[in-house]
């Protein structure tokens, strides 16, 4: 699954919300929340990582996020600019064209029309999503069809993301090619 700025909406995928671990009450906290975001994300037991092992990017994407418009917290915006561009997040993708289709930019933000008009609780505000974000494998310029991803995963080397697929289905995080994937799977 990767985000797309070119897609129709008939096309969009779902996702889900998780609460931090800990309520980030500044960017020392969100920024922590993004390590462990960025570690699940690499199939990494927490606890076994070094300090140095500990980042929120790679070369084959990173964590960003997603204000909510309503927020007013400009700090914390600020502060995850300023950590985003100090650790080199964004220099770590490799290539010119990955960099032009990724949904994340160079301050570390989500270019995304995301609908904020959930239903929350009272008592729960949002001012930003963290969300992990891969780069976007394409075959020539266009997104790998479902044929091509089933194929893919039909390898040795492709079993693992067949696990990753079903555990994604199960929690409620869908593309649109889901139907169509499990059924060449």
Same mark, same amino acid.
């Given at each position: 699954?990767?985000?797309?700025?070119?897609?129709?909406?008939?096309?969009? @995928?779902? #996702?889900?919300?998780?609460? %931090?671990?800990? !309520?980030?009450? @500044? =960017?020392?906290?969100?920024?922590?929340?993004? $390590? !462990?975001?960025? &570690?699940?994300?690499?199939?990494?037991?927490? *606890?076994?990582?070094?300090? $140095?092992?500990? $980042?929120?990017? &790679?070369?084959w994407?990173?964590?960003?996020?997603l204000? +909510?418009?309503?927020s007013?917290?400009?700090?914390?915006?600020?502060?995850?600019? $300023?950590?985003? %561009? #100090?650790?080199?997040?964004? *220099? !770590?993708?490799? @290539?010119?064209?990955?960099? /032009?289709?990724?949904?994340?930019?160079?301050?570390? %933000?989500?270019?995304? +029309?995301?609908?904020?008009?959930?239903?929350? @609780?009272?008592?729960?505000? =949002?001012?930003?999503?963290? &969300?992990?974000?891969?780069?976007?494998?394409?075959? #020539? *310029?266009?997104?790998?069809?479902? /044929? +091509?991803?089933?194929d &893919?995963?039909?390898?040795?080397?492709g /079993?693992?993301?067949?696990?990753?697929? %079903?555990?994604? !289905?199960?929690?409620?995080i869908?593309?649109?090619?889901?139907?169509?994937?499990?059924?060449?799977?």
């Open positions: 699954m990767v985000y797309s700025t070119s897609l129709p909406e008939n096309q969009f @995928g779902c #996702g889900i919300v998780v609460p %931090c671990k800990k !309520r980030a009450s @500044g =960017i020392d906290d969100l920024v922590e929340e993004a $390590k !462990r975001l960025w &570690a699940a994300e690499r199939n990494k037991e927490w *606890d076994k990582l070094t300090a $140095k092992q500990k $980042k929120i990017s &790679a070369d994407g990173c964590v960003g996020i204000k +909510n418009p309503e007013k917290s400009e700090e914390l915006l600020n502060g995850w600019t $300023k950590h985003f %561009c #100090g650790a080199g997040c964004y *220099d !770590r993708l490799e @290539g010119d064209k990955v960099k /032009k289709s990724f949904v994340i930019d160079k301050s570390g %933000c989500l270019n995304l +029309n995301m609908h904020w008009d959930w239903k929350l @609780g009272d008592d729960l505000h =949002i001012d930003v999503l963290l &969300a992990a974000a891969t780069v976007p494998n394409f075959d #020539g *310029d266009e997104y790998p069809t479902a /044929k +091509n991803i089933a &893919a995963w039909k390898t040795l080397k /079993k693992d993301h067949v696990d990753y697929f %079903c555990k994604n !289905r199960a929690y409620g869908t593309t649109f090619q889901d139907n169509e994937i499990k059924k060449l799977i």
